[in-house]
């Protein structure tokens, strides 16, 4: 029977709190929503699917599924029960492995089958499972780290194949104990049997060169390696006394050379290195690190000191924006020196400033302008107005939501290995803040699972004295290695950067896990806006004069004062405590800005906690004195002309008034409009001007609707099961849908329907269906029947025997004809197994 119809009855049968189990771990198979079982099937078998619920199982049930599928075949409908599973699993027990099996087929990714042949009446009241078709494809070629069997390195390396027989010849003319061989598959075979127990392959190994169980432990966790020159010649006959390793394994065929660099550890051998068992380090339990330990206050304070100096220098940064927008490279994002420019101006170093670009981009607190490509900030930004726990929040939320990973800033694009240095590679290029390189779309996933995972850690690892446990990239990557590792390469290479943005925004204080960190981990964010408001000094609003020109903020300023202060004086050192030191060109930047003397003065007086010194009182009015004595303006074009009168009547035009004109001289106006336009207006109102200045002809429009301003962001949790309702309505679709099988014509266990429609099944499940059926031809080498549709519209009975499918085409040999072709999947109507059919 197909596998994905056995999966249907299964599913049909299924009680509702058990599909709704199956849904709420799998939502994707209700999205979009499926109109029967068989369809629900066909998608629980489909590799997309199949991957996502993989990436979902802890290691243990990944170790039960790999060998259940190392130990069944689903072209022939071999099962396997708990009991068969287990031998194969050191350190198991039947209980254990049912148990995990009983959670895969509640997943839908076994179900049950009939015992194989043969099987004794006492076994058959055992539970056997099969595995979804499609998990070959989605494990890969090893499986548990396992190589593939000899008979199919010999169908798949032509290289091996033709030396196989001479090197299982040589071996027995050597005196070894093996079978000897006339064909490639004979001696496939024969090397199978002979490294078939670990007991024979000892014996074997006993007297091979040092070295050799070095290098053999090497394959202990994957079947593939590297050598160099792998498909060099190596004989038993010509072996000397002083034979390497490499060559001697070869030289047996305990490693099967790939192509010029690669070898591959056969799965006999690799199943007899480890005792037999396929899986050896099974366990039911958690990994448990060696963590240290901070106190509460520590932690509590470093989170708090961390979240203070994050707010501060966000706050400097959009004033530096604001002052001077960011320009941006033609190839996106922003260059190394308006990076190094930035970081002159908050005084750390670049890689933070890298850190903080990024936060404040994904944030929204700043926006790349279309008309000057440039980095500024919106209009009437909330985020500056609003207290300091509810800024922290939006910083959070933003960042837990955003697909971007600023960690990744100044990296080599394509990662670390990509280059010989810490920033560039071979061919010169990095990351760049703000650049569409630093965007990894399953970086929320991978954020909110790093949260939970420190979180578990520190409620194991909870000490009574409320000590709490320090957690590094180690601990967490172990942690995730076990919990779901299918996403291990995902977490390894994230992690370190995603803890370091983490402590930055005080999830994390000295190494552990904050309050703060524990309620966003498990979603309370109003938990945590109380712990903040609580915990988190207020901003102060004064600061202190001195008589040496400078004035010292005591500790973390409002973004209102912080801002005016820069605008009149230039900040100077590190961290809360910033001196501002006043001098005579930072007095003059206020005054340009619209200030006069009183009114700077008056400031001080009003925010300072002493008073305002004398030598501060002078620099401020002095400079006031003697600012403004000459006037810069800006001007586009000027007409200049020998009638005074002219003039004079032209600056009086009311239309000419959208020129803005100004009499600068007698004879001599000036506008605010280019030369060409000027001229334009000019000969409208009946003058003929000459335009001394070339300007080019084309008029530039730009753009004048108002830019949007900010939102606040609000987080939501990666989705992780389907709304109820959904759940609801698929469940009362599935129940009134018609039976499985329901007006379809009779056909033989294993033949396969339409491919591009069926009466019974839907679309999708007669896509699956049909596709099921032409890869099992294809590893069985069976004939199929299809119904051909050619160009002109006729469809066409052919029997073929199917070579191989992919993008989109099926390769096939056709028998009568004698010749190979390539059809359209989308050309076939109807397949069916050939051999099953003469049944």
């Not at 409908?77 to 031998?87: I, Y």
């Not at 001697?248 to 591959?264: F, I, K, M, S, T």
Request: net charge neutral; glycine share 6%; hydrophobic share 45%.
């Amino acid at each position: 029977m197909s596998l994905i119809r056995a999966l249907s009855k299964e599913l049909e049968a299924r009680s509702d709190e058990s599909l709704r189990a199956l849904f709420a771990a799998r939502p994707d198979l209700i999205s979009p929503t499926v109109p029967d079982f068989s369809a629900l099937a066909a998608r629980a078998s489909a590799r997309v699917s199949v991957q996502r619920a993989l990436e979902r199982l802890n290691k243990p049930q990944m170790q039960v599924l790999e060998t259940l599928h190392l130990c069944t075949n689903t072209d022939t409908e071999h099962s396997a029960s708990a009991t068969v599973v287990r031998k194969l699993i050191s350190g198991s027990t039947v209980t254990a492995v049912e148990r995990i099996l009983a959670s895969l087929q509640e997943l839908a990714l076994v179900h049950r089958a009939e015992p194989p042949h043969g099987t004794p009446s006492t076994a058959r009241r055992q539970r056997f499972y099969l595995p979804v078709g499609c998990l070959k494809d989605v494990v890969g070629i090893y499986p548990a780290g396992l190589g593939r069997s000899y008979t199919e390195l010999v169908r798949l390396q032509p290289a091996f194949a033709q030396r196989a027989v001479q090197l299982v010849s040589e071996l027995h003319r050597s005196g070894v104990a093996i079978q000897p061989a006339t064909t490639p598959m004979e001696a496939a075979l024969s090397l199978q049997h002979w490294t078939s127990s670990p007991e024979a392959l000892q014996k074997v190994l006993a007297g091979a060169p040092e070295r050799t169980t070095a290098l053999l432990a090497r394959f202990r966790n994957w079947a593939m390696g590297a050598v160099p020159q792998a498909q060099r010649k190596a004989s038993v006959a010509n072996e000397g006394a002083d034979v390497g390793p490499v060559d001697w394994l070869l030289a047996r065929g305990l490693l099967v050379p790939l192509d010029a660099a690669h070898v591959e550890l056969p799965h006999s051998v690799g199943l007899s290195l480890r005792g037999g068992a396929v899986i050896n380090d099974f366990t039911l339990s958690p990994p448990v690190p060696e963590l240290g330990n901070t106190t509460a206050l520590l932690r509590r304070n470093a989170a708090l000191g961390a979240i203070a100096e994050t707010l501060r220098l966000v706050g400097e940064l959009l004033y530096a924006v604001r002052e001077q927008p960011l320009a941006t490279l033609r190839s996106g994002g922003v260059g190394v020196r308006e990076m190094r420019r930035l970081a002159e101006t908050l005084r750390i170093e670049q890689s933070r400033t890298g850190l903080l670009l990024e936060l404040c981009g994904l944030s929204g607190l700043l926006r790349l302008d279309v008309d000057s490509s440039a980095w500024i900030q919106p209009p009437q930004l909330e985020w500056l107005v609003l207290p300091r726990q509810e800024q922290w929040l939006w910083l959070v939320n933003a960042w837990l939501a955003s697909e971007r990973v600023p960690s990744l800033v100044g990296q080599p694009v394509g990662g670390p290995a990509a280059g010989s240095g810490p920033h560039r590679t071979a061919a010169g290029s990095i990351i760049n803040a703000l650049s569409a390189e630093a965007q990894r779309p399953d970086a929320p996933v991978v954020r909110k699972r790093i949260l939970e995972i420190l979180n578990e850690l520190t409620r194991e690892a909870a000490a009574s004295d409320g000590k709490a446990p320090v957690l590094d990239a180690a601990a967490v990557l172990q942690r995730a290695e076990w919990a779901q590792p299918r996403m291990a390469r995902r977490f390894s290479s994230l992690i370190r950067g995603v803890l370091v943005e983490a402590e930055m925004l005080g999830l994390i204080g000295s190494g552990a896990l904050s309050q703060l960190g524990s309620a966003m981990a498990e979603d309370s964010p109003d938990e945590a806006l109380g712990i903040l408001g609580e915990h988190l000094p207020a901003a102060l609003n004064h600061v202190l004069l001195q008589a040496d020109l400078t004035a010292v903020a005591p500790g973390y300023l409002s973004p209102e004062l912080s801002e005016k202060l820069l605008l009149m004086a230039d900040a100077e050192g590190h961290g809360p405590a910033t001196i501002y030191r006043f001098s005579v060109p930072s007095i003059r930047r206020a005054l340009d800005s619209g200030h006069d003397a009183s009114s700077l003065l008056e400031f001080l007086r009003e925010h300072s906690a002493t008073s305002v010194p004398q030598p501060l009182e002078y620099l401020v009015e002095d400079t006031a004195a003697r600012h403004g004595r000459l006037h810069v303006g800006a001007a586009a074009s000027f007409i200049q002309s020998d009638d005074e009168s002219t003039v004079l009547e032209l600056a009086a035009e009311s239309k000419a008034a959208g020129l803005r004109l100004s009499r600068i001289a007698p004879t001599v106006l000036i506008s605010s409009a280019p030369p060409r336009e000027t001229a334009h207006v000019l000969r409208s109102l009946g003058l003929s001007p000459s335009v001394e200045e070339s300007e080019p002809s084309v008029v530039r429009l730009r753009r004048t609707t108002g830019a949007a301003g900010s939102v606040r962001p609000v987080y939501t949790a990666p989705r992780t099961a389907p709304a109820e309702a959904d759940v609801e309505a698929q469940l009362s679709l599935l129940r009134h849908s018609r039976p499985v099988g329901t007006g379809s014509r009779s056909a033989p266990a294993g033949a396969g329907p339409s491919i591009a429609a069926a009466s019974a099944e839907s679309g999708e499940a007669a896509t699956q269906l049909g596709l099921e059926t032409l890869q099992r031809a294809i590893r069985l080498k069976q004939r199929v029947s299809m119904n051909v549709v050619d160009s002109q519209g006729n469809a066409n009975l052919e029997t073929v025997v199917p070579l191989s499918v992919s993008g989109g085409r099926v390769r096939v040999f056709d028998p009568a004809k004698d010749t190979e072709r390539v059809l359209s999947i989308h050309r076939i109507i109807d397949i069916e197994a050939a051999e099953e059919l003469r049944q």
